[in-house]
């Protein structure tokens, strides 16, 4: 049979087709997200909501340049978070946005998203937080364990439970509520804004400045998740997905995968949502992991989710470095040394 073959049937049959098939199993996922701005329509645009401030202006003219009012007395804030491992990143938000809040609500699982078992981090960390301790409300949840269950599924039975721990805490009508992962960290001048004003949208999303690894890779412009309700009683709900039209410019930042120990890149890309995303067990070597960290690389070799080709190509490779440490959280650059390896310059990371 093989004398019958001529040298073209060969090729194909031998070289071709095999090497066809192996760059489908390493890459084809790169090759779906290069064209997905043929399959895939962007979302529906937002209503982006100019945010005016400094530090020099009243509020009473913040809230005019914004065509709102100001209030006679500010609005009760409560900041809840579900919580992982992100010492580093909830001391940040918290010290941030600390003279704004009224209650900080905290849950916390002894199970991540995929099912994999876990300490309970800021019960170890507690006293680290001694400064918000008369204003915290605190609670815990068991993990469900349902293996090879969809991620998704047991984020949102933790972000139900949320909504319990909430009431707990006594929120009401017309209360300000922050729902954000804790690296999406609203700058303090931003809630102090929506607290004060009336006017604001019911619902409006938080456009955070968006960083990789540390503040020294600003990969772009463009997160938007964060959001700040005025509660209602039986009809707002814990959520983490698109919820109003509105975009509030220029809100805060959002710090992605900003850990201190390179095992805390291996844990959280094994325990959330997005596990699928280590097709091969290499990802998860602690020398690749510093190199892609140090060069601004993506953790997962993907290619950027977007849905035109020229902000897809625009996008590609490595993010470039980044030399400001311009308008960054307060305690962050109050406690530089502390946090150095998330400026610019200081990027290797702890073993762990």
């Given amino acids: ?29 790169k090759v779906t997200y290069f064209l997905r701005p043929l399959w895939q329509s962007p979302p529906k645009p937002f209503i982006h909501i100019p945010h005016y401030y400094h530090q020099n202006v009243s509020m009473a003219s913040l809230c005019q340049l914004h065509g709102w ?3 006679d007395y500010p609005r009760r804030v409560f900041d809840a978070v579900l919580f992982s491992n992100e010492i580093d990143m909830l001391t940040i938000r918290w010290k941030e946005v ?30 680290r937080f001694d400064f918000i301790e008369s204003r915290l ?26 909504d319990q ?42 456009n955070l400045n968006n960083y990789l690894y540390s503040f020294e890779f600003n990969l772009d412009h463009k997160s938007w998740r964060a959001s700040v309700h005025q509660y209602r009683k039986g009809k707002t ?12 410019a220029d809100s805060g930042w959002h710090c992605s995968f900003c850990f201190r120990e390179i095992s805390d890149f291996v844990f959280k890309m094994k325990a959330y949502s997005h596990t699928d995303r280590v097709r091969f067990s290499h990802y998860l070597d602690p020398e690749r992991i510093q190199d892609v960290i140090c060069n601004g690389k993506d953790l ?17 490779g490595p ?21 150095s390896y998330l400026l610019p310059g200081n990027c290797i990371r702890e073993d762990g």
């Fill in 1 to 29: 049979m093989m004398s019958n073959l001529d040298l073209r049937t060969s090729v194909v049959l031998f070289l071709l087709l095999p090497s066809a098939v192996a760059g489908i199993y390493f890459h084809g996922q």
């Fill in 69 to 71: 009012e100001l209030r």
């Fill in 98 to 127: 600390y003279p704004y809040i009224t209650q900080f609500v905290l849950l916390e699982s002894n199970s991540t998203f995929t099912s994999m078992p876990k300490r309970l981090n800021f019960a170890l960390n507690r006293e």
């Fill in 137 to 162: 409300t605190y609670g815990t949840i068991g993990g469900r364990f349902r293996k090879g269950e969809n991620p998704f599924i047991e984020e949102a039975y933790q972000r139900v439970a949320l």
């Fill in 165 to 206: 721990l909430l009431r707990i805490a006594g929120i009401e009508d017309d209360d300000l509520l922050i729902m954000s992962d804790v690296d999406e960290i609203p700058s303090a001048h931003t809630i102090d804004l929506l607290r004060w004003c009336d006017g604001p949208p019911p619902v409006v999303h938080l």
């Fill in 237 to 248: 709900r814990y959520a983490h997905y698109r919820q109003s039209d509105y975009l509030l």
């Fill in 300 to 316: 997962y070799d993907m290619l950027p989710e977007e849905y035109t080709f020229r902000e897809l190509i625009g996008k590609m």
């Fill in 319 to 339: 993010i470039p470095h980044s030399y400001s440490a311009v308008h960054l959280p307060m305690h962050l650059l109050n406690n530089a040394e502390t946090y």
